[in-house]
């Protein structure tokens, strides 16, 4: 459970009394709010918020980790990370292979503009040339390793520090909901070795959900492209369509170019085989 004591004490130090309405009464040890303010705000003894912040055995009830997280002021995206903190599902360990069903394949291909479908580890289990093509190619297939890993993702990402703190973010909501996944404790592993930035973000036990946005990339033969996403759930557990459409005329006109390119590499047989990648 020592899981959960780091993130409740992470919440509770980005709170200051008067983002709760309570008084400050001068300089503090450490900065947030106390664990007996934290207490008063959820309506619980302190001593019972202090036992569930050391991890120790108690099971609280629904209403006071609703409680908590009202006081800790938690979006819902981390109130659902604080549910499986305390009630992981426990699952066999070794996960069945993801496969992309035909039809999902065929819509991806299908789509003029950049489509992906992304596995609960954030591998890219489908995708379509124009996706390869500004992705360098998919020479990275797991978007984690691709955003942390790869240098060159940090010059394509124009917001890179933003998309890396997103996708740490999403690997611990996705984490602390499977905690038995022993190929996504690997993912994290081989990450917190080999990337200092990861190591950094993941210390700071933030979560957020994959939803929608805008990236903005500089690709390195059409230049920069301001591009909208929105990822949408599909009916096979942990599997993710994202599409990817421009956000203004000059992107339109450089995703179009991007098009033209990804067709020409794939005539030249240059481009990746539109295919099913099935992830163990």
């Known amino acids: ?7 409740l004490r992470s919440r509770r130090a980005r709170l200051q009394p008067g983002d709760v309405g309570l008084p400050d009464f001068g300089r503090r040890r450490v900065p947030g709010l106390r664990r007996e303010e934290l207490a008063q705000l959820a309506g619980v003894s302190v001593d019972y918020y202090v036992r569930l912040e050391q991890g120790r055995d108690i099971q609280p009830s629904d209403s006071v980790l609703d409680a908590i997280a009202t006081a800790l002021r938690l979006d819902d995206a981390e109130r659902a990370h604080l549910f499986a903190l305390v009630r ?9 292979s993801e496969r992309v069903r035909p039809h999902v394949r065929d819509l991806v291909a299908r789509m003029d503009f950049p489509a992906l479908v992304i596995g609960r580890r954030m591998d890219v289990l ?3 040339p124009i996706a390869r093509t500004l992705l360098f190619g998919m020479r990275e297939p797991n978007m984690a390793r691709l955003a942390l890993l790869d240098e060159g993702a940090r010059v394509l990402f124009v917001d890179w520090d933003s998309v890396a703190a997103d996708t740490v973010a999403f690997l611990r909501l996705t984490a602390a909901e499977d905690p038995d996944d022993a ?3 690997e993912l994290i592993g081989e990450l917190s070795l080999h990337s200092a930035a990861f190591r950094k973000l993941w210390a700071r036990h933030d979560v957020k959900a994959k939803t929608f946005g805008v990236k903005r990339y500089d690709h390195p033969q059409v230049g920069r492209l301001d591009l909208h996403w929105e990822s949408l759930k599909l009916a096979d557990p942990g599997q993710t369509l994202v599409t990817y459409t421009p956000a203004d005329v000059a992107s339109e006109t450089a995703l179009e170019l991007l098009g033209t390119l990804s067709r020409d590499q794939d005539r030249r047989g240059l481009g990746d085989d539109d295919r099913v990648l099935e992830v163990r």
Do not use: H, I, T, Y
């Open 126 to 128: 489908a995708s379509n």
């Open 1 to 7: 459970m020592a899981e959960l004591g780091d993130f």
């Open 88 to 96: 992981p599902r426990r699952r066999a360990r070794r996960r069945p």
């Open 183 to 185: 190929q996504l404790v």
